[in-house]
């Protein structure tokens, strides 16, 4: 079964800087889809970025980017100049192919943003 | 992205009585929807997989006649909580996932409180 550890419960950061959330999985597939979801106080998830396993090039949104070492199948999400709204649960996720596949969560990580 | 309306927000109900929540795909046609639970603090934990015109998936150690889910039409899907309990208070949320695109779209989260 597909695991996704998220090792650290908590991070903060100053305001514009960056900050590296980490997250590892476990799966035996070789094509497969990861996310990182950001969930406010407000509890609507929201998609942060997704990275295709089948890619090389690591994905990039704005101040999001990601790291993506399949062989250690390891997904890091780095925030570049931290923002006070950048502040919430993260939520790193795991899916294989297709519409019927679920979702698999990691344990989040509550990121403070300090003024 | 994709709209997904999920009613009411929030609930409160008495215990022994029964509540719906309803989750709807406002702009396509979602043949699959998941629900999840979410306890204070915690990640998202998967109930159980809606499948339109068929029994959901239900995942180990959910009480299928305790969650009931019917997905009676490809926009929408319905959990109902059957004779709540305390314990069954919850932010509960559902998703779906467009077959060509992997990336889960989610609705917007019902808080229960069962008294």
């Known amino acids: 079964a597909q695991t996704v550890t998220q090792s650290q419960p908590e991070m903060s950061v100053q305001e514009a800087e960056t900050v590296t959330l980490s997250c590892t999985y476990d799966?035996?597939?070789?094509?497969?889809?990861l996310f990182w979801y950001k969930q406010p106080p407000s509890r609507q998830m929201i998609l942060v970025i997704r990275q295709e396993a089948y890619k090389q090039q690591n994905a990039t949104e704005n101040r999001f980017s990601v790291n993506f070492q399949k062989a250690a199948k390891s997904f890091s999400l780095k925030i570049s100049d931290s923002q006070l709204g950048d502040a919430a649960m993260y939520f790193c996720?795991?899916?294989?192919?297709?519409?019927?596949?679920?979702?698999?969560f990691g344990k989040g990580t509550k990121l403070t943003v300090n003024p | 992205g994709a709209v997904v309306s999920q009613h009411p927000s929030w609930v409160i109900c008495k215990s022994g009585t029964s509540v719906k929540i309803e989750c709807r795909s406002l702009?396509?046609?979602?043949?699959?929807m998941f629900w999840y639970r979410q306890f204070p603090k915690q990640s998202l934990m998967l109930m159980a997989t809606?499948?339109?015109?068929?029994?959901?998936?239900?995942e180990q150690g959910v009480e299928k006649d305790k969650f009931l889910i019917n997905h009676a039409s490809l926009t929408l899907s319905t959990l109902t909580v059957t004779s709540a309990h305390p314990e069954d208070s919850s932010f509960y949320i559902c998703?779906?996932?467009?077959?060509?695109?992997?990336?889960?779209?989610f609705g917007q989260g019902t808080r229960l409180t069962v008294v």
């Open positions: 799966t035996s597939e070789s094509d497969y889809y």
């Open positions: 809606s499948n339109e015109g068929s029994k959901a998936t239900y």
């Open positions: 996720a795991y899916t294989g192919q297709g519409g019927s596949e679920k979702l698999v």
């Open positions: 998703s779906v996932k467009k077959y060509s695109n992997t990336e889960a779209f």
């Open positions: 702009d396509f046609q979602a043949t699959t």
